[in-house]
Structure formats: structure tokens, C-alpha cells
């Protein structure tokens, strides 16, 4: 069973910047993605990251601004420029397979960390 445990998140200002980290045994095998709820807000996925071949995908609101990228069984978000809107508990989600147009959809992943709070403010 994939356990997926997130880390790094915390309290930063306005235009500063954290990394996220996903680490489990055996997470190189798959397909990561990192989503966020806000809030009284829905789910929203953030980016993802294929296993072998290093596809990447990203939401609208943060393309330019975070990275995704992995190394053996870790996955991290590098989130640059941050803003307010991006606070949020951020959960990272493991899949067996790659979805290039739908890899938003929580529904496919199988396994979920128990998500790790990113506040931006002054």
C-alpha cells in the first residue's frame, strides 16, 4: 500500500517561496500530481509529473510560477512568487497511469497524502 506523506509547507509572505515534498517507498513508480483545497473552495489540481519519461503538466494559476519534479521516490513543488490565493492545504496523489488532458481529475488517483497547509500573507 503507497502512503504518500507531504512536508514542507508553512507560513510565508507575499512573493516568497517554498517546496513541497511527497516522499514514499516505491512512489518512482508512478504518476505524482499535486492538488490544493482552499478554504470553502473545491479541489483544484495543481501539476503533475509522469514516471519515467518526466511529463509535466500545470494549472493556469501557477504555470510560471511552481516547478514539479521528482527524484527516485520524492516528488517536489517549488512554488515561487507566491501569493494569497494560493493558500491552501496542498495533497499530493500517486496513479497508475498517465492522463494528459485529465490528470486534474482527483477520481484517478488511487493514493493521497494527508496534505500539508501553505498560508501566504503578510
Do not use: H
Not at 11 to 21: I, K
Not at 44 to 54: D, F, H, M, N, P
Not at 56 to 64: F, I, K
Amino acid at each position: 500500500q503507497l502512503q504518500p506523506v507531504e512536508s514542507g509547507g508553512g507560513l510565508v509572505q507575499p512573493g516568497g517561496s517554498l517546496r513541497l515534498s511527497c516522499s514514499a517507498a516505491g512512489l518512482g513508480s508512478y504518476v505524482v500530481a499535486w492538488f490544493r483545497q482552499a478554504s470553502g473552495k473545491e479541489r483544484e489540481g495543481v501539476s503533475c509529473i509522469s514516471g519515467r519519461s518526466r511529463m509535466t503538466n500545470y494549472a493556469d494559476s501557477v504555470r510560471g510560477r511552481f516547478t514539479i519534479a521528482r527524484d527516485k521516490d520524492t516528488v517536489y513543488l517549488q512554488m515561487n512568487s507566491l501569493e494569497p490565493e494560493d493558500t491552501a492545504v496542498y495533497y499530493c496523489a500517486a496513479a497508475g497511469g498517465w492522463y494528459a488532458t485529465d490528470w486534474a481529475r482527483g477520481d484517478l488517483y488511487d493514493y493521497w497524502g494527508q496534505g500539508a497547509q501553505v498560508t501566504v500573507s503578510s
